[in-house]
């Protein structure tokens, strides 16, 4: 049974390896739906541990902490091996699916320094399960059969297996950690993937109480293509053409022509083209009690790790189940706030390259 149990974990843990690493590297298994509304297979990095413990640690030993808490868990889970009696066929079981969970997880920190979770369980936008891997269901799969065990009076086991419990559980660097950050990385990846988008928008500034209101139609197509069009209470224009931007009011007569260097650019409407990371730039956090576009999305606030010039803080509404931005609002240093809302929404569309020209009229003045 101890070989039985060792192999068992083999399995396990090569299972494990093998389905993370075909969602890492395949790129439309980064969102599937699997059973429209209830599994989905998203890919989401976790960089926490069971339960969110030790998420918020910001520091150079977290990833030496980590990794000391998993090989403890396996130095126990080897240390039940060794020494219970053959007949204890079930704990075996629950001790090689609870070894192969644990290495697995502890296989993805230390080649990655987070842990990648993929099996998303919901109920359509109202309920969502942790997202998981197949080490967190072998783990979970584990501790149960060892607590059906201590349940029944002739399995009663020694006083040390609540410790066991408490060791596989916390090394098991399972996939119930921070919800602001898993919503993030879901964000992330669904960001990552699309191509394209088109939606109506309306933008919102306000400063020292004045608001001024302004609405039209988006265009967004990769690497840095853009066109804004506003249709109210002014007419006016702005495109991006990968290479220039162009900044054109019809009634006053001119137009900015300036150079887009998107590597340099750090404008924080570029993320809704895919650019930059928002889980290494940003510490993020869950809001709640603010109006919402819909009650039933998230609201997500971002700071920036390093001071930013444009803006002190991002405020995200993104909406639970597609993960898609409807709101975003930039907070600038000064006090002023810039809101973008986003509706009818249309993901990777086909867009015509003269979308992203700007027609500009022989007598305008051109201010580059």
């Known amino acids: 049974m101890r070989l039985f149990a060792l192999g068992l974990g083999l399995v396990v843990f090569l299972l494990d390896l093998l389905t993370k690493r075909w969602v890492q590297n395949t790129e439309w298994l980064h969102h599937y739906p699997i059973v429209d509304g209830f599994v989905t297979i998203q890919f989401v990095r976790n960089e926490g541990i069971a339960f969110g413990l030790l998420h918020s640690l910001e520091s150079a030993w977290k990833p030496f902490l980590l990794s000391l808490i998993a090989v403890v868990a396996v130095a126990i889970v080897l240390y039940y091996i060794a020494s219970l009696p053959h007949s204890e066929r079930l704990s075996f079981v629950s001790l090689g699916l609870l070894l192969g969970g644990v290495l697995g997880n502890f296989a993805d920190r230390l080649s ?32 149960i059969l060892i607590l059906l065990e201590t349940l029944f009076p002739t399995f009663v086991r020694r006083t040390a297996v609540g410790a066991f419990l408490l060791a596989a559980l916390v090394g098991s660097a399972a996939s119930m950690g921070d919800p602001a950050k898993e919503t993030v990385s879901r964000l992330q990846a669904e960001y990552d993937r699309i191509e394209s988008f088109q939606a109506d928008f309306e933008q919102i500034y306000e400063d020292r109480g004045v608001t001024l209101r302004e609405a039209g139609r988006v265009l967004m197509e990769k690497p840095g293509r853009m066109y804004w069009e506003y249709r109210e ?19 006053d007569r001119q ?19 895919g650019k930059g990371d928002l889980e290494t730039e940003f510490e993020v956090s869950l809001l709640e009690g603010r109006r919402l576009i819909d009650p039933e999305n998230l ?6 790790k390093q001071p930013h010039p444009e803006f002190v803080k991002l405020v995200l509404e993104v909406d639970p189940e597609s993960f898609i931005i409807h709101r975003l609002s930039v907070h600038e240093p000064l006090g ?33």
């Open 112 to 143: 990655h320094g987070y842990v990648i979770d993929f099996l998303s369980l919901h109920w359509r936008d109202s309920f969502h399960w942790p997202t998981f891997n197949v080490a967190d269901a072998a783990i979970s799969a584990g501790v």
């Open 233 to 251: 209470p002014t007419e006016k224009y702005f495109v991006a053409d990968g290479e220039q931007t162009y900044f054109y009011v019809p009634q």
């Open 255 to 273: 137009v900015f022509i300036s150079h887009l260097d998107l590597e340099e650019a750090d404008s924080p409407l570029l993320f809704l083209l």
């Open 299 to 304: 609201l997500l606030e971002l700071t920036p």
């Open 336 to 368: 002023p706030r810039n809101d973008y809302l986003l509706r009818n929404i249309q993901r990777n569309v086909k867009i015509p390259d003269r979308a992203f020209r700007l027609s500009i009229p022989s007598d305008v003045e051109i201010i580059r």
